[in-house]
Each structure stands twice: as C-alpha cells, then as structure tokens.
C-alpha cells in the first residue's frame, strides 16, 4: 500500500472516531479581500456641486420627477420577458439545490410485486433430479409436495410459482468527508449567484427603461425644434420671395432661402424614425406591442430634468450593492465547494442500507411473521485506481476556482472603473449644457438682431443665413446635451448597482412563491 493511499486511510480512521457526521475535506470559502479607495477619481471629485456623498436612492428613477417614466418601470418590472426568464432560471437554480440537498437526508421507499415465475428445469431444481411427471401441478411446489422415484434420488416436479412481496427499503449515506455536504453548498452557492443574476437582469431593464425614454423625449424635443426653426425658415423664404417681388433682393437670396428651409425639414424624418423606433424599444422591454403602450407614452413631453444633487454613497458599498460583484463572489463560493466535492473523492464512501419485508408463496400467508424477511449492513467503497480521473477532476476544479478568483477581482475593479467614468461624465455634461444655454441664449438674440436689420435693409440675406444656421444647431446641441445628461445619470446609477442591496420588487417575489413547487 502506498504511502498516499496510507495517509489517508489514517485520516479517515482519525475522523471516523472523532464523529460520525464526520469532517469536510477541502478548502472552506472565506471572501476574498478586494481593494476599495478610499474616495472616487479627482475628476468625480470635482463634481461636488452635482453629488453626495449619501446613500443611493433605491427607486432611484423617482429622482426624475417623471410619473410616466416612473409607471413604466412598475410595468416593466411586472412584464419585462427578460426578467421572466431570469426568474425562470432562479426556479430553476432553487430546485436543482432542492434536489442536492435530499441526499443529505435518508431515503426511504416502499415496494410491492408480485412474480409469476417458471424456474430452469437444469438450474438449481436439476439438483434434486428430474421431474417425476410432466403433469405435475404448480401448487404442489408451492405446498412442498415431493415424490420418490425409487433410488433414481429425490425427484421435485419443476412448475410455476409465485412470489407474493412487499415492504420497505431505506439507505442512508453517512457523507463522513463532506463529499455530499459541498455538494449542497455548491447548489446553494449557484442558487444564489442566479438570484444575483435576475437582480443585475432587472437593473438592466431599468437602466435601458430609463435610457431609452429619455432618449425619446430628448427626439421628441430635436422635433419640436426643428419644425418650429423649419417653420421661421418657410417665412423667411416667403419675406425673401415678397422682398424680391418688390426689386429689394435678388433671386439669389431665394434660392438660398428656399435651400435652407429644404435641409432643415430633411431632418425630419430621420428623427421620427428615431422617435418610433424608441417606442418599439420601450414597447419590447414592456413585453408589450407598440399599438398596446400607454398614451402618455406616445404624447410629446419634455426631457425629465435631473436633480440638483445624486447621492452616490461610499466605494466601500460597491461591493455590496452591484449585483454582478455579488454573482462573482457566488461564483467563487462555487467553485471552492466544487473543490472540497472533488477531494472527498478520494476517500472511502460509507453508505446504511436497510430493507424488510413480507415474502409468501401463497398470497393468504403475506401477512403471517413468518413470512418476514430483512437485511441490513453497511457498503463501503473505496476508490484505488481511476486511471487518473479523480486527480484530473480535482486540477480542474481547483485550476476553476482560480479562474473565479480572478473573475471576481476584475469584476471589483470594473465596478470602479464604471462609477468613476459615470461621474466623469455626468459632471462635465454638466459643465457643457450650461455652456450650450448660454449659446442657446446669444444665437436667439443674435438671429433677431440679423433679422431686423435685413428687414431693414441694413444687412444681407447671408448674415440672416448664418445666424439661422447658427441658432438651429445650438437649440440642437442643447436638447442632445439634456439628452446625454439624463442618460449619463442613468449610467451613474446602473454603475453604481441601482441602490438597493437586499430588496426586490414584490412582483418578482409573488412569480417565485407562485412557482414554489409543493413539498414533497
């Protein structure tokens, strides 16, 4: 025996004594310890005026001020297909621990059969001799009725019996190395990485809600402002055209007018595409076909407006509230109890099995004690050569475990890596939409301005031109800016986990307690 195999034969010996639940081979989880700044980048730090330092709003889409963005989220959450197949697969997760987790527990079985058998006239019964007539009937067998046949031995007629039989069957595995116990952990661990799963799956649909209806009010705003400047441009063209009826331009300044007003409503259609495709978008997150969304939904509004101040809490709470941090951090609690299941492999496995029950040739002799039949005692197995599979099984899962290891410390430092482009971003959008006012501002005054002098003959129609020109694309920068501002803050708050850390939308929970399945 080698030295190996002898080491733990001890242990086993060793462990066996001291309980009989026994001890669990292979490494115990223990959260790997992640690195966490002490505060967010410079640049976010810059953003003072627009963050705090307090904890994330858990309805963090109520920030908005928005009732239809905040009805679509409810609505979202309640429908969303994603989110169903999430919940799905939590189901899924829960039962498959369910099914780990018997094993821990006896078996017990009832069984009942009857067997109308003939037996082999050369197997055992040949032993006794051949059968003295063919004629003999099968109850004579079942009596025990024999008949000599002179010194030719003891001849048994050979016929059909039956076996009546019923009773019960239990078996038990002692799991004296954990082998079974890691196996339930691992399940468990895998249950609640699906849970982390369905809360990052539902942080998506409420970041991509979110996003995707501020999108549209900031297309339905681009709209709104390119028809009221393609309206002031179909004006001046008329001016332009009455002006050079009158001997006061030239058709020059018509046909530049004229061009103008073209390029301005070729925008148009582009952005009612965006503006339809954007409800599909919404429309398929709600599970729902355009023609069934809400009509406050399809009527123009303004883009919600962020607020003055974005609580972003403390990095050490990152770790606890994204969701995929925690998924990782369950993954690599996986892949360490896969890890004890493929040491406990190596030792031997102890297994109670028990069974009694009533056996009778004649159906009216089930019930009598005589007919009680039991067996009882222990299996122990013990494995000496695989041709390296159980070696091979245990690198893998030990080689996983490190793959988790790493997932997880990347997963760590892309959380903070997001957060701190978010604020990054959502502070200098800041910083451009107040510059894009003022340019807002001062090209209105300046077009007025350009306007009147041409009406007054004092300017030509290229300034009026430029100026037009001019204050349609800072009225467009300043809507795509609110836009990016709204959407930024939604990327600040996906970035940062959502905000809650345990709680979950009763929606969900009444789906999984109306899919529990029924004890057994």
């Not at 004296?176 to 691992?186: C, F, I, M, S, T």
């Not at 495709?277 to 123009?300: H, M, S």
Request: aromatic share 6%; hydrophobic share 40%.
């Amino acid at each position: 025996m080698s030295f190996a195999v002898s080491r733990r034969l001890l242990l086993a010996s060793s462990c066996a004594m001291l309980t009989l639940s026994g001890c669990m081979v292979g490494p115990n989880f223990t959260p790997p310890h992640a690195a966490v700044p002490g505060a967010y980048t410079e640049d976010a730090a810059a953003s003072g005026a627009y963050v705090s330092g307090d904890s994330v709003n858990p309805q963090w889409w109520t920030t908005f001020n928005d009732p239809t963005l905040t009805a679509l989220e409810q609505t979202a959450v309640a429908q969303n297909l994603d989110m169903q197949i999430a919940t799905a697969r939590l189901l899924e997760a829960e039962a498959q621990a369910q099914i780990e987790g018997a094993v821990l527990y006896p078996s017990i079985s009832g069984a009942a059969s009857m067997t109308h058998e003939m037996p082999s006239k050369e197997g055992v019964f040949g032993l006794f001799g051949s059968a003295g007539s063919a004629s003999t009937t099968a109850s004579s067998v079942a009596n025990g009725s024999t008949s000599a046949a002179g010194g030719g031995g003891i001849q048994v007629a050979v016929g059909p019996i039956d076996i009546y039989q019923y009773g019960l069957q239990a078996q038990y595995d002692l799991d004296l190395w954990g082998k079974n116990r890691r196996a339930v952990e691992a399940a468990i661990a895998n249950a609640r990485s699906s849970e982390e799963s369905r809360r990052a799956a539902l942080l998506n649909v409420q970041a991509a809600v979110a996003s995707n209806y501020i999108q549209l009010r900031g297309t339905e705003l681009l709209l709104s402002i390119t028809q009221k400047n393609l309206n002031a441009a179909n004006q001046l063209v008329q001016l332009t055209a009455e002006r050079q009826q009158a001997g006061l331009t030239t058709a020059l300044d018509v046909a530049n007018a004229r061009a103008t007003a073209a390029a301005i409503q070729s925008q148009l259609p582009t952005l009612i595409a965006s503006r339809d495709a954007l409800i599909g978008q919404i429309g398929l997150l709600l599970g729902q076909t355009p023609d069934g969304l809400p009509a406050d939904l399809v009527t123009a509004a303004p883009v919600p407006l962020t607020p003055p101040d974005v609580p972003v809490g403390l990095p050490s709470d990152l770790l606890t509230r994204r969701p995929d941090v925690r998924e990782a951090l369950q993954d690599l609690h996986k892949a360490t109890a896969e890890v004890g299941v493929a040491d406990a492999q190596f030792y031997p496995d102890i297994n109670l099995s028990a069974s009694a029950s009533l056996q009778s040739l004649q159906l009216k002799d089930l019930n009598e004690w005589s007919a009680l039949t039991y067996a009882m005692g222990p299996n122990i197995t013990l494995p000496i050569f695989a041709g390296g599979q159980l070696r091979g099984q245990l690198r893998l899962n030990k080689a996983e475990q490190r793959e988790a290891a790493i997932s997880y410390a990347k997963t760590v430092l892309t959380a903070f890596t997001q957060v701190n482009t978010a604020l990054t971003n959502y502070a200098q959008e800041h910083d451009t939409l107040a510059a894009l006012n003022i340019d807002v501002d001062q090209s209105g005054i300046a077009l007025g301005l350009a306007e009147d002098q041409y009406k007054q003959g004092l300017a030509d129609y290229l300034t009026v031109l430029n100026a037009q020109q001019s204050y349609l694309q800072a009225q467009q920068n300043q809507a795509q800016s609110a836009e990016r501002l709204g959407t930024d803050l939604v990327s600040l708050y996906q970035a940062l986990g959502g905000g809650w850390e345990s709680t979950y939308p009763d929606q969900q929970a009444s789906v999984a307690a109306q899919e529990a399945p029924a004890k057994d």
